[in-house]
């Protein structure tokens, strides 16, 4: 079945570090890709996403290219801030009959200090 | 944001009670989803429904179940709540079950179960 492999959190940063976030995939045919935020004590907001092979994803400065050669979708910011302080999900959505589910990755946490 | 509600927002209930979780939209998406989030697992699609009355097992079924009357409205039930179910859940809704198309989640509803 379709599967989603995160690095495991959590992630310590200084404020205007550059951060990677590492997200690979299994998945049987053509998913589309996403990356979901999740900020202490809220629900899931999309990120940002990718739909086919080499897209580049990009939203508040987070970027993330649709990687199908490696099965990849690492999430990349060049300087991150204190706000930017979350748990980051990478998911994948594929067509699987009568409505395309998301499988979700672990989660990575990020932790931004000044 | 997406119009979606989740009742109640947090709840402690005691090991063999019935629970009803109720998630409302105002959207008018075909599609709702309810996941539970746990450490460790990020999330994981309990049930999900594709329009009034049609409803469908997800990866984590056992011990839940769904009813969805109208549109607006997707209810889940634990019909003996037990202590592994302690969890956050999460609706989701979703215009199309095509992959391109985004998932908006709910605030979450916090379940202890005693």
């Known amino acids: 079945g379709d599967s989603v492999t995160q690095m495991e959190g959590p992630v310590t940063l200084s404020e205007e570090a550059f951060l990677t976030i590492n997200c690979t995939y299994t998945?049987?045919?053509?998913?589309?890709l996403f990356w979901y935020v999740q900020y202490p004590g809220e629900g899931l907001q999309l990120l940002l996403k990718?739909?086919?092979?080499?897209d580049k994803g990009s939203n508040k400065g987070f970027e993330a290219t649709y990687r199908k050669e490696t099965t990849s979708f690492h999430l990349e910011k060049g300087s991150v801030q204190v706000s930017d302080s979350a748990v980051y999900f990478c998911?994948?959505?594929?067509?699987?009959?009568?409505?395309?589910?998301?499988?979700f990755g672990t989660g990575t946490r990020l932790q931004v200090t000044l | 944001d997406a119009g979606i509600t989740q009742s109640p927002r947090h709840k402690v209930t005691e090991t063999g009670t019935p629970v009803t979780l109720r998630c409302h939209q105002t959207?008018?998406?075909?599609?709702m989803y309810w996941y539970r989030q746990d450490p460790g697992h990020g999330l994981r699609l309990i049930h999900y429904?594709?329009?009034?009355?049609?409803?469908d097992k997800g990866e984590v079924s056992d011990g839940y179940s769904v009813s969805r009357s109208k549109t607006e409205d997707f209810l889940l039930t634990l019909e003996s709540a037990t202590s592994s179910q302690t969890s956050v859940y999460f609706c989701?809704?979703?215009?199309?079950?095509?992959?391109?198309?985004?998932?908006?989640f709910g605030p979450g509803t916090r379940l202890t179960v005693t």
């Open positions: 998911a994948l959505r594929e067509n699987t009959g009568t409505a395309s589910k998301l499988t």
């Open positions: 429904s594709y329009g009034v009355k049609d409803t």
């Open positions: 998945a049987t045919g053509y998913p589309s």
């Open positions: 990718a739909t086919k092979a080499d």
């Open positions: 989701a809704i979703s215009e199309s079950g095509t992959p391109t198309y985004e998932q908006y």
């Open positions: 959207e008018n998406h075909r599609y």
